[in-house]
Nanobody, 125 residues
Framework: QAQLVESGGGLVQAGGSLSLSCAAS????????MAWFRQAPGKEREIVAG?????????YYADFVKGRFTISRDDGKNTAALQMNNLTPEDTAIYYC?????????????????WGQGTQVTVSS
């Protein structure tokens, strides 16, 4: 059973930056695909970015964050991070970390087996 804990959310002005971190309590973290999703009020949860298991060297970004957000992983610390730059009010949402022990990289909510509790990101105009 994996446990994921997000941190790093908060309030930032438009144009600013935030860095989110996801700490994973799992065995062999390097075997896990990791992803960040977000859910705004009244909207469905959507993928923001994903990164494959170590060795796959594959990343995925939703079109709306390309060039602004960067996903990374640190297998030595069992963490995944999301660096968010040039934030806009449309990025306001609860951001969730997700994981699945798999050599693929899914883009759908139901592909991921484990979820964190979420961290709020609010961008003011």
């Amino acid at each position: 059973q994996a446990q994921l804990v997000e941190s790093g959310g908060g309030l930032v002005q438009a144009g600013g930056s935030l860095s989110l971190s996801c700490a994973a309590s799992v065995d062999t973290f390097s075997d896990y695909a990791m992803a960040w999703f977000r859910q705004a009020p009244g909207k469905e949860r959507e993928i923001v970015a994903g990164i494959s298991y170590t060795g796959g060297e594959t990343t995925y970004y939703a079109d709306f964050v390309k060039g602004r957000f960067t996903i990374s992983r640190d297998d030595g610390k069992n963490t995944a991070a999301l660096q968010m730059n040039n934030l806009t009010p449309e990025d306001t949402a609860i951001y969730y970390c997700a994981a699945r022990r798999d050599y693929g990289l899914g883009k759908k909510v139901n592909w991921y087996a484990y979820w964190g509790q979420g961290t709020q990101v609010t961008v003011s105009s």
